[in-house]
RNA sequence: GCUGUUGUAGCUCAGCGGUAGAGCACUCCCUUGGUAAGGGAGAGGUCCAGGGUUCGAUUCCCUGCAACAGCACCA
């Protein structure tokens, strides 16, 4: 005797079990026709799923968002079977939904190619219009492998002999085709619609694991309509114009050759960009009361064998020497990070209590071999430069610490456009330094820190630094990957390894806690995503050029130079554009090159002594004497943190 | 690093077993034009590198390098 609740509240009572199928019919056809599938007390379920206890019931139709993922996922079945019936042989392994869409990937001698897709794509319409019902059956551990084995599906033999006692096996079938499957499923395939693609095909190890096969993983989108699915595609494209590669090569900011394979070829314009971003961060640390240094770029391998680098990441460093006979032995390693070198001015003279929290910053140029296959852009690459800081502190000031760099870095993000991150908790690797002792007390301070700082994260498991857990700031660039650029860890090892030492209160000799943090990251990967934040269009106070000053005609020439000359003394980076072309013309120039400001100077304003004030790439313009406009331009071009009445000046 | 794709002018790309083409950019000339591309002429390429097949290779094959997509990695 089932009573049924729905969302409204309303109870409705059944003689005895029912299907969700049931259910639905007996609210109304109109649900009947709509239901794909229903959350039975909190768990999505198949419709044909019967229901023998009291339960509240919602029903998942098209408009809900779970629809999207049946709908993905359920493709990502089709895919399997179309292509199974057009490449026969080839095995099936596992095929989820993701953002956006789905992938499957599968096990194949010969691995898929592009041309392949419009087969694919035909033959999953087919199977679509065939509209087979997905049906559930629950199955022994054993009668599942021999199915499989039968079907010579050895992935899906090791799946099935993975999984835990306790899990009951399920199988899913739409007409002659088979899959071990979790479910939920909809109703037949006709419920995918057609509102699908796929998009690409790349290779993906089995579970992950280097050591194993590589599968051929088709990716694709599935949305509930066609003008969702092209509104996505449109998206992707428009996305596609924000790729800070693209933008740095329109913007003339930076490039990469082969000859540096991995670092960043600054041009005058993206190191105009890059040197705005450092003088901003500089006068926020000297505010946050850092104190910057400097280190060497080259450091004796001895060092990094005592701080556990050369043990853990040797692989990954750049190592040099010198033909010098005497010095044939020596090897040292371009830095890949600095802790180890800031421990080393720590460790300069007795330190004491009374110094702690110690702030020790420095814009750190690092090299890390990263593999090839690694490197994007100026997102990832071999030679980058960390806004690193390690604030030396007793174990009592963990908290303190944390909450203040929250506080700076959130006050960053903001001014530079991001209000919206994420943050990650990333906890002990298998892979470490340190005793399970220590481990517990570091992540114990760092989560108390984060409900103190009123931080929310979404834990990591196991992705923590070998020497201390750590929290990630992770920020999206524009085709939505998300980089780790903030960080913040905490690290009771280094300090022991490097036998940094402070006089402490009762004046014994103590260690001091390191916190390693970065705000950036890296200028590198940071200015990447900055690029792509804004399209390139950025906020006055950090365009690379600010104001294009441009003429109309040759007799104005001596004014605007009079102009661009007043506004770059009033510390505004201007260029002039006195190039015998059409206004037209030169509006549509600055406008692709994302100049935020044209000053236009035509015969009239060099007569009065005027500028126009053009927002590109807007079409409304004022006309302004000199000195109000290079008053106005000043003004605005303020840097965020040097407001007058920024609150944050005031905090600071 | 692994799988796949790609590499032709500064940029975006077409092309092809018989030593190269477009648009934009560049240079020069005409034009001095008032707000989203004025007109004309010219110059510019070891077709990524090295090997192989071939009478002949930018084109086909192999190797390397790099980039791109994904996976793995990320102190």
Redo the contacts with the bound molecule.
């Keep these: 005797m089932p009573a049924i609740t729905l969302p409204d509240g309303s109870l409705r009572q059944f003689p005895g079990a029912v299907t969700g199928t049931d259910v639905a019919a007996s609210i109304g056809p109109g649900l009947a026709k709509a239901a794909l599938a229903m959350e039975v007390n909190g768990r999505l379920k198949d419709l044909s799923e019967p229901i023998a206890e009291d339960s509240s019931v919602r029903f998942i139709t098209r408009r809900d968002p779970e629809a999207l993922e049946l709908i993905r996922h359920d493709t990502a079945h089709v895919l399997a079977e179309a292509v199974q019936e057009l490449f026969p042989g080839t095995q099936v392994t596992i095929g989820p939904s993701i953002e956006n869409g789905f992938y499957y990937d599968f096990y194949r001698n010969e691995?898929f190619?592009?041309a392949d897709f419009a087969a694919i794509e035909a033959k999953m319409r087919e199977i679509v219009a065939r509209g087979a019902a997905f049906k559930r059956s629950v199955v022994s551990r054993a009668d599942a492998v021999a199915l499989f084995e039968k079907k010579g599906e050895r992935f899906k033999v090791e799946l099935i002999r993975d999984l835990p006692e306790s899990e009951t096996i399920s199988l899913y079938s739409q007409g002659d085709w088979i899959d071990l499957c979790r479910g939920p499923h909809m109703r037949s395939t006709a419920d995918i619609g057609n509102a699908f693609k796929l998009t690409?095909?790349?290779?993906?190890?089995w579970r992950?694991?280097?050591e194993n096969p590589?599968l051929?993983?088709i990716?694709g989108t599935a949305w509930r309509d066609q003008k969702e699915l092209d509104a996505h595609l449109t998206m992707i494209e428009e996305a596609e114009k924000r790729?800070h590669?693209?933008i740095g090569?329109?913007m003339n900011l930076f490039h990469?050759?082969?000859e540096a394979?991995?670092s960043v070829f600054w041009h005058p314009k993206g190191w105009k960009l890059y040197r705005v971003l450092e003088d901003y961060m500089r006068r926020r640390l000297d505010a946050g009361e850092y104190q910057e240094v400097k280190t060497p770029q080259l450091v004796d391998r001895r060092l990094w064998e005592q701080s556990g680098?050369w043990e853990?990441?040797r692989h990954?460093?750049f190592l040099a020497n010198v033909e010098d006979k005497d010095e044939a032995d020596r090897v040292y390693a371009l830095k890949?990070?600095n802790?180890p070198c800031h421990v080393q001015i720590f460790n300069q003279g007795l330190r004491s209590y009374r110094e702690l929290p110690l702030r020790m910053a420095e814009f750190g140029a690092c090299h890390?071999?990263?593999?090839?296959?690694?490197?994007?852009?100026i997102m990832?690459v071999r030679a980058f430069t960390q806004d690193d800081a390690h604030i030396f502190c007793e174990e009592h000031q963990i908290a303190a610490e944390t909450v203040r760099f929250v506080a700076l870095l959130t006050a960053i993000y903001s001014d530079l456009g991001f209000s919206d991150f994420r943050v990650k908790f990333s906890d002990r690797?298998e892979v470490r330094a340190g005793d399970d002792a220590t481990w517990d007390r570091a992540e114990g301070a760092l989560k108390e820190a984060c409900s103190i700082a009123g931080v929310d994260f979404e834990l990591n498991p196991g992705?923590?630094?070998?020497?201390g857990p750590?929290l990630e700031f992770v920020l999206r660039d524009a085709?939505g990957?998300d980089w780790?650029c903030g960080?913040l860890?905490v690290d009771f090892v280094m300090p022991e390894r490097l036998d940094a030492l402070y006089v402490a209160e009762d004046g014994t000799r103590k260690r001091p806690v390191m916190l390693?943090r970065a705000i950036l990251g890296s200028f590198e990967r940071f200015l990447g995503i900055l690029i792509e934040q804004h399209a390139g269009r950025f906020p006055l106070w950090l365009a690379p050029v600010q104001v294009v000053v441009a003429?109309?005609?040759?007799?104005?020439i001596p004014h605007a130079k009079a102009v661009a000359e007043a506004l770059r003394r009033a510390g505004l980076r201007v260029e002039l554009d006195l190039r015998?072309?059409?206004?037209?013309?030169k509006?549509?120039?600055h406008?692709?090159m994302r100049i935020p400001v044209?000053a236009?100077?035509?015969?009239?304003?060099?007569e009065l002594g005027q500028v126009?004030l053009?927002r590109?790439?807007?079409?409304e313009?004022e006309?302004l004497s000199l000195s109000d406009a290079v008053e106005r331009l000043a003004n605005e071009a303020v840097p965020p943190d040097m407001l007058p009445l920024s609150s944050d000046a005031v905090a600071a």
């Design positions: 691995p190619a592009t690409k095909v790349a290779g993906a190890y992950g694991k280097p590589m051929s993983r990716y790729d590669r693209r090569k329109e990469l050759q082969e394979t991995g680098h853990k990441f990954a460093m890949p990070m802790c890390r071999f990263e593999p090839s296959g690694a490197l994007h852009g990832r690797p992705e923590g630094a070998f020497y750590k085709i990957r780790q960080t860890q390693h003429t109309i005609v040759d007799d104005a015998n072309e059409k206004i037209n013309r509006v549509v120039d406008i692709e044209l236009i100077i035509g015969r009239r304003e060099a126009v053009r590109l790439p807007g079409r313009q006309v």
